[in-house]
């Protein structure tokens, strides 16, 4: 195993003290429990929005958290989900008075995890309310979750839903509004390779040299199907379809109903995306993908898209959620209507964020 | 080879092509001979600043054209200077009517073709001046190079003199302010994997599953020593106390000079770096490193130069100069003084830079 890390266990230890000591201005960190939180937390009066899950997605979370985006990241050890108590104290430490937007990505060790913690918050007479992310056409029901993963959407929506909060939508308007980034959000990856996880030392999964897997989580979970190389068009063309065609996808989730004080089942419905949707299209690295390669994607992506009657109206193209040093991509397409054009618009100040058009 | 390109030989065309179509408001691509440039290009009255080099090094150099930093940016093919005709067709094209600023990493080919390409310039009639990047303090003459080679500070110097042609600094003062970032810049860059150059299709090079490569060049060519695998922290010692104490580095440039009408030879000076002097600190990933363990390096760069008497005034931390899919990391530091700071801090907008503190 070859990488950057004293030793595995102290990872993320020290990824965090390096950005407690590279942006001061930012962000904070809190140590034991993990988190990383704004740097002028609580906002008073503004609802607070944390996020988090296993580490090894750099950028996601902690470098989205800041001004415009999030207020605290919850990190676990590498792909492995963070602690109730991380997610309580950071939600304590960042509640202005507001209430708090816990967004959580579809994994079964970070819904539960999230769902003790935001238990243990209205315990303590803080408001929170969760959004549970999951965009990922590419399999129902993986190796660490029920129905679809959550991936690129994830991103999106904590840029969209933190420039609500920034603007003063209260804690039920950000809440619907993170939904509605969820059910109008789809993405599919793929990987090249596998990555390796320090604490583990050898590659999450054996792909030959010759092979690709599509539909892949971002812990390296297997995807739809592996099956041999393709060209760059070719493996474009496989995900925006099975983005694009994708069809309406009906499920049951908990949310927490604030008026009944309890986890009631809400039945979600993703609306198929439809000619002349305008959208936002996202080509994501895995990570260790060179950046060259990314707008050779984007650039059949957009041809797809037009074919297909979407409007790209906005674009995000680079490493944003990753897995390690993997190689390949994934593509987001995120319905867009002018609200969230606007907050997509709207500043941002993160450690790890730069913007598309 | 698994890489997400169609042909390799199309690997540049269609990059281009994906960055005309992701970012038409910041800038537009000129095709044979290939060029990036803003769009609001040429600004009337406004030094324009020309850099280039071969690809494989993205975000660098397409990624920093735009608002406040680069007019344009030619790239060759994978690791191959470009050809006059590009820096030549670009100058002519940015050219607001004050001169355009080459900046030129000390590679023999990206000297050669600048060299001619201003000097047709210079026939029609635009003024243009050359400033050498030669930062690298691993190896005194590589592969492609006599002399130190031009690395990270290359970054730091667009985006500086990017905004002071911004601000309406003249030619000579955006050029002597190019060579004071060159002389106050040093670098060091290290490997723990090769990469892949498309139209090659193997491995640049070698390493063991236990070896690493000390001070390597941006395109693979060897650096200063081979050696076994070692920490984070002991890898980020190496290259930090190669930098900083690095003595005085005299050796003598090719420059144009106006009033004579000629190249003639200039000699320069680096100061070394001494204590209470600020410095930027840019941890940089050779494109494949993942994320996570950049503030690792980080960490342990703040403490040494803690140590060292440096105070960090500002940093970048990212993938900024890369090769392809290598993973790596190079550290610059870069003596900074009140003007530096406030041209780094100005406002910047391109398609591939987002800001450390």
Known sequence: MKKLINKPEDVVKEELEGIALAYPDLVKVHFEPNFVYRADAPV???VAIVSGGGSGHEPMHGGFVGVGMLDAACPGAVFTSPTPDQMLEATKTVDGGAGVLHIVKNYSGDIMNFEMAADMAHGEGIRVLSILIDDDVAVKDSLYTQGRRGTGTTVLSEKICGAAAEKGYDLKRVAALCRKVNIN???????????????VGRPTFELGEDEMEIGIGIHGEPGRLRMKLKSADE?????????IEDPAYSRTVREWDEAKGEWVDVVLQDPPFKEGDQVLAFVNSMGGTPAIELPIVYRKLHEICEKKGLKIVRNLIGPYITSLEMQGCSITLLKMDDEMIGLWDAPVKTPGLRWGT
């Open 185 to 199: 959000g789809r993405c599919m990856g793929m990987a090249l390779t596998s990555c390796t996880v320090p604490h």
């Open 235 to 243: 493996i474009t063309e496989m995900l925006a379809l099975s983005v």
């Open 44 to 46: 008073k009066g503004k």
